[in-house]
């Protein structure tokens, strides 16, 4: 067993704290990953604290991991010794069902194993994250991180990133398309440069114009404040595409009314209670209203790809590890612009001595 420096939440109302645990030897079709960076997405707030329920504790959260491979078994053929390697949010599943099959591996019918805060295929073992300083993973679920993509900034990538870029894709974004990204955050930044990069006109949709300068900086051909009167009926049947990454409670139904006919609203931000949808907001134009989850590995590696070949990746902040307490305290004040990566340094430091 390998003995892995850490940083856990030991129950839902303590801070993260060091750790050590003890993770599998790499098997032959296994990869060990000495861990570099690890951005720090919105949801490890929410399961660290147990806000969704069914937590597991102690819990290393991170699952936009990047890092250098360091071993590699006798079968794997994907990655070789130092390669820079990234994993997302799965390690596992079954690899059989016919969602596996299709690469969509998200939706494994008898359960993905999250990359942490769940079990491994055997529903015993517990998965740990990217707030380690090492990661032992099947090579499947290995991403290989293409050469000049800066890794730090390229970390929020495998959360962020391929949330956006997969709606985008599943709904053909092209030149031309008039796309709305409703909320600058993490998963809105990504969405208005991917958009941007297809050819796509972006409006930015805010409840401010703190983000004005920010997201014409990224490349935002209008900016529009909701809270502003007359802002909806001006932009009424404008887009054709609305990336929606809002978690707060919001009015969907306003939203769809800025479609076009035949247009759709995609979810992506996770508002904690059901919000109610009129039948006629979606009648009225034959609009479509979906969401859109992470997407699969071959999507994934193919993001990442394109990512490269593009120059895109995340806005972020780079921190110590013994800064991801604070770090938390100003996510929820949206005091980042515009996601926190962990430097895993001093973590790694640690672990050598």
Known sequence: ????????????????APFTFEQREPGPHDVLIDILYCGVCHSDIHQA??????????????????????????????LKVGDMAGVGCMVDSCRDCQPCRQDLEQFCLKGVAFTYNGTYMDRKTPTR?????????????A???????????AAPLLCAGITTYSPLRQWNCKKGDRVAVVGLGGLGHMAVKFAVSMGAEVTVLS?????????RRLGAHAFEVTREEGTFKKLAGRFDLIIDTVSAQHDYNQYLGLLRPQGAMVLVGAPPEPTPV?????????????????????????????????????DVEVIPIQKINEAYERMLKNDVRYRFVIDLASLNAAAAR
């Not at 604290?49 to 250098?68: C, L, Q």
């Not at 991403?143 to 900034?153: H, S, T």
């Not at 409840?207 to 997201?215: G, P, Q």
């Not at 609009?287 to 590995?297: M, V």
Request: glycine share 12%.
């Open 207 to 215: 409840t401010s114009r703190s983000k004005e300068a920010d997201a």
């Open 1 to 16: 067993m390998l003995k892995t420096h850490a940083y856990a939440a030991a129950s839902a109302g303590q801070p993260l």
């Open 278 to 314: 009129a039948a006629f907001a979606l009648i009225g134009g034959n609009k479509r209203l979906a969401g859109s989850n992470i997407g699969g590995i071959a999507e994934t590696q193919e993001m990442l790809d394109y990512c490269a070949r593009h120059n895109i990746v995340s």
């Open 143 to 153: 991403l290989k991180v293409p050469e000049g993509l800066d890794p730090a900034a």
């Open 49 to 78: 604290r147990d806000e969704w329920g069914g937590a597991i504790f102690p819990m290393v959260p991170g699952h936009e991991i990047i890092g250098r491979v360091s071993q590699v078994g006798q079968h794997v053929t994907k």
């Open 129 to 141: 994250g990217g707030y380690a300083s090492q990661l032992v993973v099947a090579e499947h679920f």
